[in-house]
């Protein structure tokens, strides 16, 4: 996608019932805009954190008086879930155990609170733990694209789960036991990312562990399930950036992907 489109979608992006008049406005799939307010929402969410946690008292003295836990998102424009973690920390609750009860809701003796967290939690399609499921499941999709391409080209390989059993330490996904050709790069390992390689999500993979993967394995391939911007620097790094189009004989399988919206 080009620089201009994506700033244009991106600013226009705040909900999800813009991700569907968008992707019609814009011919493109609901499920890229999807992820785009996916990864803007986690950004926003990022640089408001510790503003938010500075007021953590007087938040919880809100709800103490009253406000539900809902509420107090909406005031705030904070995520239902992380919400919900501010107000049961100041139950006294480690981070463990406030794991823990989002999973087993009927566990939370408090019948105000079980009420709002089980509200607060069907609301949030960004933080809850079934919207971690679903992204997890959005992963799982993708890496099974690429397993089912090499398998079908008989390329032998190893997966991320295989390498860590050996106690090795960061490795990509899918690393080849021969290098392949693919447009005069010879690649030897494939890294599957269920994201939108905008800017700052690929500097942050690219220091993290593609240019490690790099100078580890050598020359390796970036798939962007949901797509990129043209003008991401990659030339020269060791490794190709490609989205779905490139297993285009996967229709099903990459539609299938694109539809598989976090949201209920």
Partial sequence: MDRQTYQKIYSSLNNFGD???LSEEYSRPAGMLATILNQKIVKMTRFKHR???????????RWEKGRSILELAEYTFFPPTLMASLILKNCDLSRKSINWLF????????????????KALDADYFFSPRAHEMQCKKGE?????????LD???ISYCTEAEIRAHGDGKTPDFVLSDPICIENHMVRWIESKALFGDELEHKHYAKKQFGEYANIFGEGMVVYWYGY???LPSEGEGYLVKDHSFFEEYKEQTDELFNYLVYW
């Fill in 229 to 231: 911007l043209k003008d």
């Fill in 19 to 21: 991700v569907f008049r």
């Fill in 141 to 149: 999709m993708g890496e099974g694209i690429i397993q089912r391409w």
């Fill in 103 to 118: 999973k087993h809701l009927d566990c939370i003796e408090n019948r105000r609170l079980r009420k709002e967290i089980g």
């Fill in 51 to 61: 503003r938010i946690y500075s007021r953590e008292k007087e938040l919880f003295l």
């Fill in 152 to 154: 079908d080209r008989n």
